[in-house]
């Protein structure tokens, strides 16, 4: 496909605004902003009425436009004092709503024509188009812009707010949207879509989780984005600063043009080393593992030096679809995996599905609260076979590679027994079938509800193994919802009380001699090694992108000592207080880091 280049000048009229959000995945893209609410618009189809329906017809556009109206004078009451230019592009549209040209003559056509609201406007605004930009005055010709925001506003309307859908996007944009669903973003199409922008979300929530997978950069929770950025505007988004800059000027435009060829550049050279293993100056070894979300990963985590997969998010190859997949779909993609890995481990998570990651083809009652309803392994075990299904394609994909199996937000003993027995069920049911399968694989489970901690001497007694989930396990155990951007500066792993459970599970493990790993995304920021040292884990699994740069983090630190500095970190009773000392103690080796340095 031939994709357009996209055009990156300044708009000279435009005033730059800076839009803060949360950096979701790092990296930096310049392009054309992509509205994809917006998305179904362009499709409309023409249908005849009537004379005794034309009345009826009218009206329904009247009250579109009404409905515009309304909404851009919300979205101008509500604008900040310092976004008065904005404001006043929006109050020009809102003039332009009734402008005879666009109101009277859609009116007239579905009159004349006697066709539907939606079409008499495509028509009206097809002609408003042409005719603004045959005109010579630049002024003028930009009026079309504005023509199009404002029909495309009325269309909405009339359609009623489209769904979500970004695969059928054909050009090289960013995508802007209210929300992304991670099933929206698991359809991105790397070629198409540079990186986003949404006006929800949070940092750990499972939509940025899929943006760092796919490394491409990523802002969320930039609460007036979808508000004032407009289709085909220049954005750059700053994912490693949490930053969107809309209307760049020629000077702002220069530098992030640098600082993006910088964060390649440092990228490349990280990436170089990744195939070296993760061993500390003074000789200790950890294993650094790739989490992904869909088979096609592997090979982004084998690229960026991953020696296993430590956590497949099987969930995804559920979402995409219009019902759950067959057990040798899924057995399939299963061994695929395996097979690509070879001899590595692969931890093959069961389905965690509901909370963030409803699948839509599954009708859920309402619940107040989706991330302490039917979740996970609750969901598994209420839906045996669907369970079984997935149970006996992970048993069949065991045969052949290192594979281990992963339960989900298990919360007590009780739970684990019932995974268990389910899955010698599903070993018994593929020996009545003659179907070949392998049973002799670790079974371990993620430590990611509070219960869970304190009950992990219990836990060590039925499990291979252990694997943090801190996304969770901030999240239940802080309160904080991890999709929801209002509360996202609470949600640091640098938490006293996520550092103590963390050792406390670690603790736990050592004694009951079950090996012990992270695959919640504290184990992908370099700054976090020098505690998860000290705790002493055993393998380190995250977003196959972090992987180099956690590699050569552990080959600059050395274990010696660093039982001493968590001793310290464990006096801290804040945030702040475990962040400064982390500073202050290794700010000589993050200073080499572009995670560190690299302020605009
Ligand atoms: C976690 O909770 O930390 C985790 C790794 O699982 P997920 O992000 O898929 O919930
Ligand atoms: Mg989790």
């Known amino acids: 496909m031939n994709l357009a280049k996209p055009n990156i000048e300044p708009n000279p009229g435009a005033r730059e605004i800076i839009l803060e959000g949360i950096g979701g995945s790092p990296g930096i893209c310049i392009g054309k902003a992509y509205l994809v609410d917006k998305e179904g618009v362009d499709i409309v189809e023409r249908y005849y009425l009537g004379k005794n329906e034309l009345a009826k017809e009218k009206k329904r556009f009247k009250t579109a436009v009404k409905k515009a109206k309304d909404e851009l004078q919300a979205i101008i009451e509500n604008m900040p004092e310092d976004f008065q230019d904005q404001a006043s592009i929006l109050e020009t549209h809102v003039v332009l709503l009734k402008d005879k040209m666009l109101y009277n003559r859609a009116i007239d056509t579905i009159e004349r024509d006697q066709v539907n609201a939606e079409w008499a406007l495509k028509m009206v605004v097809g002609r408003l188009k042409a005719m603004f930009r045959g005109m010579d005055d630049t002024y003028l010709k930009e009026r079309a812009e504005d023509v199009l925001h404002v029909s495309d506003r009325i269309m ?281 399968y392998n049973r002799d694989i670790d079974v371990g489970i993620m430590i990611e509800v509070p219960s869970a901690v304190i009950l992990a001497d219990q836990l060590a007694e039925e499990s291979d193994f252990f694997s943090i989930g801190t996304n969770d396990l901030i999240q239940y155990s802080l309160a904080i919802d991890r999709t929801d951007q209002e509360v996202a500066q609470y949600f640091n792993p640098l938490h006293p009380a996520i550092i103590r459970m963390v050792k406390q599970v670690a603790d736990v493990a050592g004694e009951k001699q079950i090996p012990i790993f992270m695959c919640g995304e504290m184990a992908a920021e370099p700054v976090h090694l020098p505690i998860l ?68």
């Open 156 to 436: 909405r309307n009339l359609v009623g707010a489209g769904n979500v859908d970004i695969r059928h996007i054909n050009k090289r944009v960013i995508l802007v949207a209210n929300d992304l669903s991670p099933a929206d973003a698991s359809q991105i199409q790397l070629e198409r879509i540079m990186g986003f922008v949404t006006d929800r979300g949070g940092k750990a929530s499972h939509t940025s989780i899929i943006a760092r997978t796919l490394e491409i950069p990523a802002v969320l929770g930039v609460t007036h984005g979808t508000k004032l950025i407009q289709n085909d505007d220049i954005i750059i988004v700053d994912g490693t600063q949490g930053r969107v800059i809309l209307s760049p000027t020629e000077e702002t435009l220069v530098a992030y043009q640098e600082r993006q060829v910088r964060f390649v550049q440092y990228r490349a050279v990280v990436t170089r080393d990744s195939a070296l293993p993760a061993i500390t100056r003074d000789g200790v070894q950890l294993r650094v593992m790739g989490n992904i979300e869909l088979p096609e990963e592997v090979v982004s985590v084998l690229d960026n030096g991953g020696e296993g997969i430590g956590l497949y998010r099987t969930e995804f190859d559920y979402v995409r679809r219009r019902q759950h997949p067959t057990e040798d779909e899924l057995f399939e993609k299963y061994q695929d995996v395996v097979e690509v890995m070879g001899t590595r481990p692969v931890t093959i998570r069961t389905l965690d599905i509901n909370g963030d990651k409803a699948i839509g083809y599954e009708s859920q009652p309402d619940q107040a609260n989706p991330a302490l309803s039917l979740r996970a392994i609750r969901y598994c075990l209420k839906r045996p076979d669907i369970f079984r299904t997935q149970l006996r394609a992970i048993l069949r994909a065991a045969v052949y590679g290192n594979v281990r199996i992963l339960f989900p937000m298990i919360s007590g003993c009780k739970e684990i027994r019932e995974a268990k027995m389910s899955l010698d069920n599903a070993a018994e049911s593929l020996d009545k079938d003659g179907i070949p």
């Open 533 to 600: 040292l000290g705790i002493g884990m055993d393998e380190l699994s995250m977003n196959p992108q972090s992987i180099p740069e956690v590699k050569r983090m552990i080959r600059s630190l050395k274990v010696a000592g660093s039982k001493d500095f968590l001793a310290e970190i464990l006096k801290q009773s804040t945030v702040d207080g475990v962040s400064r000392l982390l500073e202050d103690t290794y700010a000589g080796i993050f200073s080499e880091s572009l995670f560190w340095n690299d302020q605009p």
